[in-house]
């Protein structure tokens, strides 16, 4: 059952992940980040548009918001507490339906990565990060990339707790991410999807 201090800590980690760190530091270079590019505030949107030098500032600061809020509730619940899953859930949900920007946001992925960061074992991580570089490689589209990964995380949740409640939330972040991404799946049926130019 969740307490008030519970929901206490879920309403502090969805404004933690509600800070939009891409139009920020897209406003600071005069840019309004949502009317440009694909109109969204993530890292890929902001490379696209300011470079990757800011592109990966805003990347890094999207990972830390999850990574610092999982790393607090892992501290408090321990690993194996649905808790854990739920409660880091928040900063995801606060990155995707801001607040500040008419709860319209970004996609989720980096936020959700800093909250897998914190709550794998390193091997699973490894072994995820290296399956991304080479689907990253291999399709050279991002969205691709992240949507084909989100596909396993109901495995890399169960390879790492080994408990059906790990495996249920895998499924949930797995289709809340195909949700997020809903626009990029429409661009990729009809071939429209932007590649990254390496």
Not at 9 to 15: K, V
Request: charged content about 15%; hydrophobic content about 55%.
């Amino acid at each position: 059952m969740l307490t008030f201090q519970d929901l206490f800590i879920f309403i502090f980690g969805f404004l933690i992940g509600s800070i939009p760190f891409g139009y920020i530091f897209s406003k600071l270079k005069g840019v309004d980040i949502r009317k440009v590019g694909s109109g969204n505030i993530g890292a890929t949107n902001v490379t696209r548009v300011l470079g990757i030098k800011i592109g990966a500032i805003v990347a890094l600061l999207d990972v830390v918001k999850g990574l610092v809020f999982a790393l607090f509730i892992l501290k408090i619940y321990g690993t194996t507490d649905w808790k854990l899953f739920f409660l880091c859930f928040a900063p995801v949900l606060g990155h995707v339906f801001t607040p500040w920007l008419g709860f319209k946001g970004g996609k989720g992925v980096g936020t959700l990565t800093g909250v897998l960061i914190i709550i794998f074992d390193w091997q699973i991580l490894l072994f995820a990060l290296v399956v991304w570089i080479i689907l990253l490689y291999a399709t050279k589209i991002m969205s691709l990339t992240n949507l084909i990964l989100s596909v396993t995380l109901p495995i890399l949740f169960f390879l790492n707790f080994h408990n059906l409640t790990s495996v249920i939330f895998g499924i949930l972040f797995g289709l809340f991410i195909f949700w997020t991404h809903r626009s990029n799946i429409k661009r990729l049926l009809k071939g429209k999807e932007l590649k990254i130019k390496f």
